[in-house]
């Protein structure tokens, strides 16, 4: 009897989107397989046609971890950061979603941090942010820390979404409320999470932050440029005007 009354178990869908990270691909998988032994999950990673060989890498994942643990749902370009956890979704089994970068800069060490606070109170999103205590940012010179820190300086500013960090991209959402913000969404690239969590914050949603450190790309190249901030501030003015 007291088996019928069990809630079910939660099952953890991973989405990474990728382009040119074969050299990272490897080492995140491995990590969150390290620090989510205990839980159910699986990784869907969405590649947008990189040419270096990161969807061969992946598929040799598969062969030590399992197609149903690593599951590959390539595109054939790139089509943008908001279409790619579209995609994503719609491979996912779990009732949950994690995203996360493949580029290391979100350690898979936070992961149990980010499940247990769910646990605890039930939220519906929680959020790594490097704005508060036990937060932080390394290997950022002082322009870029400035840029990043100024720009949640000024949405927090004109927005007020009651969270720390906005432009923070290490998250997990009940799917069923990831669904419903991204539905609502039109931006792209970077402002698309800053948009993704004000429209949850104005839908009511509960939302809780855990502290990360945000490490700084280790192989690549970072895809953060002056077209980025522009996009950045268009989107703000954007979102001061529709939410």
Same mark, same amino acid.
């Given at each position: 009897?007291?088996?019928?009354?069990?809630?079910?178990?939660?099952?953890?869908?991973? +989405?990474?989107?990728?382009?040119?990270? @074969?050299?990272?691909? %490897?080492?995140?998988?491995? /990590?969150?397989?390290?620090?989510?032994?205990? =839980?159910?999950?699986?990784?869907?990673?969405?590649?947008?046609?990189?040419? !270096?060989?990161?969807?061969?890498?992946?598929?040799?994942?598969?062969?030590?971890?399992?197609?149903?643990?690593?599951?590959?749902? #390539?595109?054939? @370009?790139?089509?943008?950061?908001?279409?790619?956890?579209?995609?994503?979704?719609?491979?996912?089994?779990?009732?949950?979603?994690?995203?996360? !970068?493949?580029?290391?800069?979100?350690?898979?060490?936070?992961?149990?941090?980010?499940?247990?606070?769910? /646990?605890?109170?039930?939220?519906? +999103?929680? &959020?790594?942010? @490097?704005?508060? $205590?036990?937060?932080?940012?390394?290997?950022?010179?002082?322009?870029? $820390?400035?840029?990043?820190?100024?720009?949640?300086?000024?949405?927090?500013?004109?927005?007020?979404?009651?969270?720390?960090? *906005?432009?923070?991209?290490?998250?997990?959402? @009940?799917?069923?409320? *990831?669904?419903?913000?991204?539905?609502?969404?039109?931006?792209? %690239?970077?402002?698309?999470?800053?948009?993704? +969590? =004000?429209?949850?914050?104005?839908?009511?949603?509960?939302?809780?932050?855990?502290?990360?450190?945000? =490490?700084?790309?280790?192989?690549?190249?970072?895809? *953060? %440029?002056?077209?980025?901030?522009?996009?950045? /501030?268009?989107?703000? #003015?954007? *979102?001061?005007?529709? &939410?």
């Amino acid at each position: 009897m007291d088996g019928q009354h069990q809630k079910p178990k939660n099952k953890y869908s991973i +989405i990474v989107p990728t382009y040119n990270e @074969r050299l990272n691909i %490897g080492l995140i998988v491995y /990590l969150i397989f390290k620090h989510l032994g205990d =839980v159910d999950f699986e990784i869907i990673v969405v590649d947008d046609g990189s040419p !270096d060989g990161t969807q061969d890498v992946v598929k040799q994942l598969q062969q030590v971890y399992g197609e149903d643990r690593i599951l590959l749902r #390539a595109r054939p @370009r790139k089509l943008g950061l908001g279409t790619a956890y579209i995609h994503g979704m719609k491979h996912a089994s779990g009732n949950f979603v994690v995203i996360m !970068d493949a580029d290391l800069s979100h350690h898979p060490k936070y992961l149990p941090s980010f499940i247990r606070k769910q /646990l605890e109170t039930g939220a519906d +999103i929680v &959020t790594g942010t @490097r704005y508060v $205590k036990g937060g932080g940012v390394h290997g950022w010179n002082l322009m870029r $820390k400035l840029t990043s820190r100024g720009a949640n300086v000024l949405a927090q500013t004109l927005l007020w979404p009651g969270v720390s960090d *906005l432009t923070g991209s290490f998250r997990l959402y @009940r799917k069923s409320v *990831l669904e419903d913000i991204i539905s609502c969404c039109v931006s792209k %690239g970077y402002v698309f999470q800053m948009e993704m +969590i =004000v429209r949850a914050s104005r839908k009511g949603y509960h939302i809780e932050e855990v502290p990360i450190t945000f =490490v700084d790309r280790v192989f690549g190249s970072s895809k *953060l %440029g002056g077209s980025e901030i522009v996009e950045y /501030l268009k989107g703000l #003015a954007y *979102l001061l005007v529709t &939410t």
